[in-house]
């Protein structure tokens, strides 16, 4: 009995509208590239992700955190001071 007093509520807003309050910006609900690029447009886009892919290996490549020896390390600063002709001061 009384469902049958009871009226059923829709919505009025639609359900997308409610979705973009959880952006980020007003931007976020769009793709990340132009669907039609010029070639300018498509260099530029190449080199951003070439560079990317780049970032992204040196992140996470597994090697990452090998580093050199200290003999190698010590042999590195005493060329770069002979390059800049700076004597030992002995500070560091």
Partial sequence: MFLQGAKVCTRSVPISAGLRAFGSSPCAGFPGRKVHQDAAEQKEQKL???????LEKMEHHEGSDKRDSRS???KRGDDARIEQNRPDDGVY
């Fill in 72 to 74: 190698k390390l010590k």
């Fill in 48 to 54: 951003f992700d070439k560079n990317k892919a780049k």
